[in-house]
């Protein structure tokens, strides 16, 4: 389900990133074009109005007395320099540069002309003209086509997740119903099997080829009761209590002692006594899939060991196996995870017993070194008391 999911999310993301990309483009050429009109435009009115002030035949004097308090004035630079380069007019804050004759240029936002001009009274001249160009309609335009485009994605992105959500939920009904139904099929025939097996351990004691189906159901028992678990954890409030941690501990082994018996492996542990305070059936999850684990990756004829014993700040509860060696000890509590060197993946089993170790406080270590797993669970000392 969690793969469903994540392709939906993937399936939205790379349509949303389509669009944006397409639209971005767009978006894009649409504002160069913008620029590159805005600048035509401002050369070819720097061009006009140089071309005003070169066909007027006037003196220098009442150029000056006509252009103060224009528009113009405010608008434009503009200097006049004589052919031995002396300034006879400038709005410059310094001497302008003389550049190509007729010939308008964009330098730093600035569109730059200079062109030759007659003055009655000063002669032949060179008139340099230099006007800021103002890119306030652009960037208007600009952020108005932004702000379209992030309402449509908007629009997109919510259209997206309603429609692909509203298949992820129904998938998701599916199969709770379906996980429903198959817990409730399944638990008849484990019934019936529990109670033929029962009766063949009279008949064929000490038999392999019943201890291994004795010990399969046990295995079966066990994947039954965490999916009948993960169904009902969110709908059922678990109640706490205080159980007795020494004697359930003891009875979840013997459960399992039977897997040991088939695989040939020497179960050893040492129990202090305490009681704890939690759901008797969540604890029994979280010692059942760590002792389910051990077993399954403990190598055939090899040694697992279990030690609860009281500390200064609780109590430890560890469970250590010989095995391969766990390449990432972070990810086998991830829920369906599979490590490199893992055939069956832990995954389901560890990520519940991670949930319940967060619902309890309950710190988690990992070490995996030279052939020994070690898991090791501090139960914090609010909710340990000993056995009196």
Known sequence: MRSINRSIALYSFIICLFISVGFTLLSYFYVHELNLSLQMKEKHDIELYAYKITKTKQNLQDFKEDLFGTLESFLYKIAIIDTNGKILYSTFDKAPKIGILNYAIIEDGVVKFCDNAQFLDAGRVVMVLYKKIDYTSVKQKAYLLCGLILTFLLFCSIFLYIHTKKAYDEMSKNLALFLKDAIHEIRTPLGVLQINLEFLENTLSNSMPLKRAQGGLRNLTSIYE????LIKNKKIAYKKEW????????YRIEFFQILCDVKELEFTYHIDKMFLYANSLEIQ???????????KYTKQGRKINLNLEKTKFGATLSFENEGDEIVDTQKIFEQYHRGDNISGGFGLGLSMVKKICAKYKISIRVDSKNGLNKFSYNLPKTIIKELQ
């Open 285 to 295: 999850r979280f010692i059942d899939n760590n002792i389910s684990n051990a077993i």
């Open 226 to 229: 965490n999916m009948e678990y």
């Open 243 to 250: 159980i007795n941690l020494s004697e359930l501990i003891m």
